[in-house]
């Protein structure tokens, strides 16, 4: 749980440039940006720690020009892993300008990844870290997803018109999801045109450097999954919603769906969303119980949200065995019911044999 004397910064949203500016990009300065998204558990943060080592040395740099094991250190001498939960992490000097975003909005990233475009840097890396959905490659955050669409979108926007105004050609190295739909959208039938040379999960040409294995300890190290009581706050006031009337609300729930029912004094929760701070969390955290979950299938569209209220039901039988009065309130949450999901066929089968 993050304390009143851990420093958060926070992110600092550079102005976009208008997509008709005309860019003039440096050969000599060099910009990376490090993505981390939804981490479910710790013990995925050597996961984190790999796809950020690769990713820097998949970049096809000069290193005479831009020595990253120094910049490295002292991006280090700046920065230690006792910040936990920070934001934002960066160092910039006259070469390289080096950011690291933990856990943001998909706004932040939007943002982000436009400046990052806008820099005069000619060299630039993009590595996207954390849990993503198998079939499109989306990074997932706790609320909201960055996707090859979103991405190609701002590329579209940055460079549009800039065929002829540029004076220089921009390099951007991508270390992202090897699965996924992220080489086929950006790079298929209708590839990307403009100033813009784009490199998706390249092989590694850097050799090993001492410093990038103290970074990569550095952000693994900073990164912090939050508990199901940050995800899901208990309520600020005392009391419970009595839900007198039959009533049903249908809840925004990015990906996928999310529906709650009450009929009778019965209550249903239909699936939960694809975010992990669970959109229908503000209403159901104010009743004393919800009867029954029905989960239509089992999928990252829906999935996030009731495990996210699973797991803290969970919590809070941990909690309750060594409760203090100052964290009673957080055990303050609906009871549950029965669990109701429709299992995939393959798992029917494993349990029949």
Request: some cysteine.
């Amino acid at each position: 749980m993050a304390s009143s004397r851990v420093l958060e910064r926070e992110v600092q949203e550079e102005p976009r440039r208008a997509a008709t500016a005309n860019l003039d990009f440096c050969l000599h300065k060099y910009s990376l940006l490090i993505i981390i998204g939804r981490t479910a558990r710790l013990r995925q943060t050597d996961h984190i720690s790999r796809d950020i080592e690769r990713g820097i040395r998949s970049w096809d740099v000069d290193l005479k020009s831009c020595n990253l094991n120094l910049y490295l250190q002292e991006f280090l001498s700046h920065h230690t892993a006792s910040f936990k939960g920070q934001k934002c992490l960066r160092h910039c000097t006259r070469v390289l300008d080096t950011q690291v975003l933990i856990s943001p909005s998909q706004e932040q990233v939007h943002s982000e990844v436009f400046a990052l475009l806008s820099r005069e840097s000619a060299h630039k890396l993009l590595i996207l870290a954390g849990l993503s959905e198998e079939e499109s490659g989306d990074l997932l955050f706790h609320k909201g997803l960055f996707s090859p669409h979103q991405l190609k979108q701002i590329i579209t926007e940055q460079f549009l018109d800039q065929e002829s105004s540029a004076s220089s050609k921009i390099n951007l190295t991508l270390s992202c999801p090897n699965i996924g739909q992220w080489r086929k959208t950006l790079l298929g039938n209708q590839p990307l045109q403009g100033p813009l040379t784009l490199h998706i999960n390249p092989p590694e040409v850097l050799p090993a450097m001492e410093a990038l294995g103290e970074f990569t300890s550095l952000i693994s190290g900073t990164v912090c999954p939050p508990s199901p009581f940050d995800l899901l706050p208990p309520p600020t006031t005392v009391g419970f919603l009595k839900l007198s009337r039959p009533c049903c609300y249908v809840f925004p729930a990015g990906r996928g769906d999310c529906a709650f029912f009450a009929v009778n004094g019965f209550t249903v929760l239909v699936d939960g969303g694809s975010d992990s701070q669970a959109c229908f969390w503000k209403l159901v955290r104010h009743l004393d119980r919800v009867d029954a979950v029905l989960l239509t299938h089992v999928g990252t569209e829906n999935l996030p949200g009731v495990v996210s209220f699973l797991e803290r039901k969970v919590a809070e039988v941990e909690l309750s065995t060594d409760v203090k009065d100052d964290l009673s309130k957080r055990l303050i949450s609906p009871e549950l019911g029965v669990v109701f999901f429709n299992a995939p066929s393959r798992l029917q089968m494993e349990q029949q044999l």
